[in-house]
């Protein structure tokens, strides 16, 4: 009972938030919101996993160059979480705010009417990648964690439902995964998230548990891997970046072969997009074993 009531309490004060940031416009919202994550980020137990991140990936860096990293981190997040409400009406096709590069050779790839697997990371934006692919007409089903709110999760969902369709991580979302794919539509997946299983292979180039779920799908019905770059280029614009689809493994390969060249492949995209813009990334995941956070 009491855990109901926290989560009702919990609710209600997340709507009251988020209508108050619709109000506000989106600029303003993402701007008091990067004002409020850079100042109260740091004193949280997340702000501790992101510098031990950071050192595990990089222990030569200096404190300062951490900070600038952490800092950029929390003004990213607070101005995802400011622009989250006003997303419903966002359209990156006409957004004089959004580029969008790789269109050509993606309508190519789509030619042949099979399903694609999309894959992006928790980089710049991330909410942007569901409602361009959408917009660009290629309907997403996209897989999430789900909150363990469930008030929260009614909220989220409500504001993602006009931006494609969504399933929750595990036994239910691998299942429409597969019939969703199987009628020519495509999957949308953030490829970075916290596991605690699947095989370890070199994330920014340390061994982290990766799902083998994109591989599996992939194999299995033939399809092609786009990852979706969503880079935020200053405080409101982004650039979206559709890479060439993945090279896929030679056939001469054994399957659990050809899964670990498909999962390496996609985390050195990924480490590469991070190298490059690090302060663009979530590094409060827990991302690598357990036992590196005691």
Known sequence: MIKLIINIAEGILVFLVLFILKLMGKKVASNVCSYLFIKIGPLTKFNKVAVKNIKYVWPNLSNHKTKLIINGMWNNIGRNFGEFV??????????????????????????????????????????????????????????????????????????????????????????????WLRKGKNLALLMDQKLNEGPYIPFLGKPAPTANFIAELCLRMNLDIIPVKLERTDNYNHIITFSDKLKMPSKKLSHSEKVKYILENINTVISKWIAERPEQWLWIHRRWPKKMYK
Do not use: M, V
């Not at 006003?86 to 096709?93: E, I, R, S, W």
């Not at 008030?151 to 019939?179: V, W």
């Open 86 to 179: 006003h997303l419903k009406t966002y359209n990156p096709l006409s957004s004089k705010n959004t580029k969008i590069i790789g269109l050509k050779k993606l309508h190519k790839i789509n030619s042949n009417k099979k399903g694609i697997i999309f894959f992006s990371a928790h980089y710049g934006n991330w909410e942007l990648g569901p409602i361009i692919i959408k917009k660009l007409g290629f309907e997403p089903l996209c897989i999430y964690r789900k909150s363990n709110n469930k008030f929260i999760e009614i909220l989220i969902q409500k504001i993602r439902a006009t931006n494609a369709n969504y399933a929750p991580k595990g036994d239910i979302g691998a299942k429409k995964s597969y019939l």
